[in-house]
């Protein structure tokens, strides 16, 4: 075949810059970016407000108490900052990736784009870097909010390694997202009808949140033996149910965000008693330590990402473009 | 390359152990308009997305302007200009906006560009609705956006795909014409149909698709020489006279066919027109009509396919 031995001439990229200005320019304008924003708001502010109101009766000296605003669970919601961007995050990123392929080709623009000079690479990548800094806007923006109201209802500044901190959370949350928006663009490669798309990634995201942990802590019993005897044989049952948790998407975000934002966590796997030894109680890690805590995490959601991505490139090469 | 814009040599194209294109050959010259003509589902869309590289090809060659579409790609698409079946644009943007979209796609200097999409819009007669949502557009006005997409980028070759297919009457008369600019501009199309009296109006060299492979090609005049066969038919209408023994009568007449009530279909070696009105009048019929008829490209199509159908 003529086409193994081939190369293409000419940058990947040809074209890519056009093509993200206007995903970026489409997806702010849009009035399901609007919609979105007025949901993650109301999602936030709603543990967040309470959060505060709880904060501010906090009598103890606390170094860190700016971070407390995302991670303390107000007692009148029971729903913590971090636990609602863990499920909104996806939410966001599945609306903005849903239909990012399958309504150009829908609306027969995709034929008439790729007959101009760019590769198809160049308009996938443009297309999730433009959901993907989209995203990042809303995040950065809920964020300032976030610590604005902080300034102002706690009346304290956050320190340098608060706010640190927090740059590391907002990171980890663009990772997050950019999983999601793959999967979610990875169907709109994959299904032509924008419905059918929305309804598999809507899925694959109630799988995972709902019925991952129940499927996981399932398998895991099933490889129990009946009679634990040891305790390696204790620690390899715990781990192994660590293990398929973490293939959620969604255990690694709260892992590598409890990581960062509670500074006290020492640890995100399995402990015996004894391990701890030694440690003193309740004192927190130098960012330094933390950040390599959480680095495995960090790394496994850009590595979901980027073979999320992948597929989805792969099977857009292969696709055919006419209807 | 001489003077030929687009070369293919030996095209194939297999879906599975389907051939969709056949081991085709085909040459378009610099500035002609050929029509690539076939019923729905020959292979003529296919090979339009070959020569675009929008499609891998399984076997075989071509060269669109020296440059291979399955290496160099971006070389091919910076050059010509793609009008596909039912083409689509943004529907939120303007007609202006859609068009900048593409100048930008193909890094137009932002200095020229303003310029070029007006000079484009007004060339297909869009200049007024340049900044009015492209939603709003009707079918035969997306059309002409896509044409002028093409004007604007200034593209050696066009390749048109079912550019006339759901337009009303007057709409695909404007597109013709659009067409026939393109062509006085010095860019070569190529457009593919199956509406076939339209394009003969428009094409100097057809090339007929049957089952991925070229049937015929040629100008329409060669092509129904070849098919119908040489010689001058046309129609007479006459009453009164045995008209049909009349006509026989006359030199060089070769066939006389009835066609209805009063009609006949008369084919000759050369056109005894007068003579044959001459001779019935003479006889004492009187003469209603008397057509020239033009080979038409539908003609040979159906008598082609026919053909082709007794064959098989």
């Known amino acids: 075949m003529p086409r193994s031995a081939a190369r293409r001439a000419g940058s990947p990229f040809t074209g890519l810059g056009p093509v993200f200005m206007k995903e970026l320019s489409d997806h702010l304008s849009s009035i399901r970016m609007l919609v979105l924003t007025l949901f993650v708001i109301v999602f936030g502010a709603l543990p967040v407000g309470f959060a505060l109101q709880d904060l501010r009766n906090v009598v103890v000296s606390d170094p860190y108490l700016f971070l407390r605003i995302f991670t303390v669970t107000p007692e009148r919601v029971g729903l913590s900052f971090i636990l609602a961007l863990n499920f909104i995050i996806p939410l966001m990123a599945i609306g903005l990736g849903f239909d990012s392929v399958n309504s150009e080709f829908n609306r027969r623009t995709l034929s008439r784009v790729l007959s101009q000079p760019i590769y198809r690479d160049a308009l996938l990548l443009g297309k999730f870097l433009g959901g993907l800094t989209t995203l990042a806007v809303a995040l950065v923006a809920l964020w300032l909010i976030v610590l604005g109201s902080g300034l102002l209802l706690l009346g304290l500044p956050p320190r340098g390694v608060e706010v640190a901190r927090g740059v590391g959370f907002l990171i980890v949350a663009i990772a997050y997202g950019g999983v999601w928006l793959a999967v979610a663009m990875l169907f709109s490669v994959i299904f032509r009808s924008t419905a059918t798309s929305a309804l598999c990634a809507l899925g694959l995201w109630l799988f995972f949140f709902i019925l991952w942990p129940m499927i996981a802590s399932a398998i895991t019993i099933g490889f129990a033996p009946a009679q634990v005897t040891s305790i390696d044989q204790y620690v390899a049952i715990q781990e192994l149910g660590l293990a398929l948790q973490r293939l959620s998407p969604g255990t690694l975000f709260s892992e590598a965000v409890v990581g960062l934002l509670n500074p006290e966590t020492r640890t995100l796997g399995f402990m015996l008693p004894q391990q701890m030894r030694g440690a003193i109680p309740e004192a927190p890690l130098p960012l330094d330590q933390s950040l390599i805590l959480i680095w495995p995490q960090l790394t496994g959601l850009v590595a979901g990402m980027i073979v999320v991505f992948a597929v989805a490139y792969i099977v857009f090469q292969r696709e055919e473009v006419r209807a | ?312």
């Open chain 2, 1 to 312: 390359m001489a003077d030929n814009v687009i070369e293919a040599r030996g095209l194939l194209k297999l879906y599975g152990s389907q051939r969709a294109v056949d081991a085709i050959d085909l040459d378009i010259h610099r500035g002609e308009i050929f029509g690539l003509l076939g019923p729905n589902g020959a292979g003529k869309t296919t090979t339009i997305l070959m020569m675009l590289g929008l499609t891998e090809i399984s076997g075989g060659t071509v060269e669109v302007l020296g440059f291979n579409p399955v290496r160099e790609p971006l070389e091919v698409k910076r050059r010509v200009g793609y009008l596909p079946d039912s083409v689509g644009f943004y529907d939120h943007m303007t007609a202006r906006e859609n068009l900048l979209y593409t100048a930008r796609l193909l890094a137009i200097p932002r200095s020229q560009a303003g310029r070029r999409i007006m000079e484009a819009l007004e060339s297909v007669k869009l200049a007024d609705v340049a900044d009015k949502r492209v939603a709003t557009f009707s079918r035969g006005m997306r059309q002409r956006l896509g044409i002028a997409e093409i004007v604007m980028k200034q593209a050696e070759v066009a390749i048109l795909d079912e550019p006339t297919s759901g337009l009303d009457p007057h709409a695909t008369f404007e597109l013709l014409e659009m067409i026939r600019g393109l062509k006085k501009a010095g860019v070569a199309v190529l457009l593919s149909s199956h509406l076939l009296d339209r394009v003969q109006s428009v094409c100097d060299r057809v090339a007929l698709f049957n089952k991925g492979k070229i049937a015929l090609m040629g100008s329409v005049v060669q092509l129904a020489n070849q098919v119908l066969g040489a010689g001058h038919p046309f129609l007479v209408e006459a009453e009164g006279a045995d008209v049909a023994a009349a006509l026989r009568g006359v030199e060089g007449v070769q066939t006389v066919v009835p066609e209805g009530e009063g009609a006949w279909r008369v084919m000759a070696d050369r056109d005894v027109r007068a003579a044959a009105a001459e001779r019935i009048v003479s006889t004492g019929g009187s003469l209603t009509r008397l057509a020239d008829l033009q080979p038409s490209l539908e003609e040979v199509y159906t008598r082609y396919f026919q053909e082709a159908r007794h064959a098989a």
